[in-house]
């Protein structure tokens, strides 16, 4: 069980957002409290991974956190010679999802690698999930990750994409927006955890529109793209390749 997420209970010098060891702590509550349908993304994931995964190919979980996406799609994998690489910039981060990785058995090999995931060797791919992770990227290097990820999948992979959204216009991103506050008001945040919080990630997390994302994978080359799960601003993709 994680800890309660408080972090912006009180009210503070609001710095940008990072995962850090003080984020690791409260991590799965912060999620569960944050992203609706946060277990159903991650469970759907790891059946798309069990469905799209090839015999002898790797799958790439990218910006995998404490690892919930990479033990969904262990515990759905049926094909031989695969092994999941799992790849975080958080140390924090990486070093508590190898203690998760490890208190759950499993004869399908699992690497958790420490590094950026613009510079990781991507190769042999038919899964490749970015479970909330593309909006952390600059969006001026997001064409280019997305290539060498279509690059390095095989083909019939795919890329399952998971993001928060902005809305097409003012009007809808204010509505999606409120709709999503009432969501974690719900969850128990206060109006102050609300308000630090946005500002903590407004410069960290810069949004895409849908149309942005499908228009950006289409123009990449994947066959079909499809929005499988939206609540709200949150909303889960799988791209064929």
Not at 70 to 85: A, K, P, V
């Amino acid at each position: 069980m994680s800890a309660k997420d408080s972090i912006y209970a009180s009210e503070q010098q609001v710095k940008d957002f990072t995962f850090d060891a003080k984020v690791v702590e409260v991590f799965p509550d912060m999620i569960e409290r944050s992203v609706p349908g946060y277990a159903t993304i991650v469970s759907t994931l790891g059946k798309l991974a069990g469905k799209y995964a090839q015999n002898n190919s790797n799958l790439y979980d990218l910006g995998c956190s404490l690892g919930a996406v990479t033990l969904s799609m262990r515990r759905n994998l049926n094909q031989t010679g695969c092994e999941i690489i799992a790849i975080d910039n958080s140390e924090a981060m990486v070093e508590r999802c190898r203690l998760h990785l490890e208190g759950f058995r499993s004869t399908v090999p699992v690497k958790v690698e420490l590094g950026d995931i613009l510079d990781a060797k991507l190769e042999n791919a038919s899964v490749v999930a970015m479970n909330f992770t593309l909006q952390f990227i600059e969006p001026e290097k997001r064409q280019a990750l997305l290539s060498r990820i279509y690059n390095a999948l095989k083909p019939g992979g795919v890329l399952l994409l998971s993001e928060k959204l902005r809305g097409e216009n003012q009007i809808v991103d204010d509505l999606l927006i409120d709709l999503h506050h009432d969501f974690k008001r719900a969850n128990g945040y206060s109006e102050l955890e609300i308000s630090q919080k946005r500002t903590a990630i407004e410069n960290v997390m810069r949004t895409d529109t849908l149309s942005t994302h499908l228009t950006r994978l289409n123009e990449i080359g994947f066959s079909q793209t499809q929005v499988w799960y939206q609540c709200f601003n949150f909303c889960s993709m799988v791209a064929i390749k």
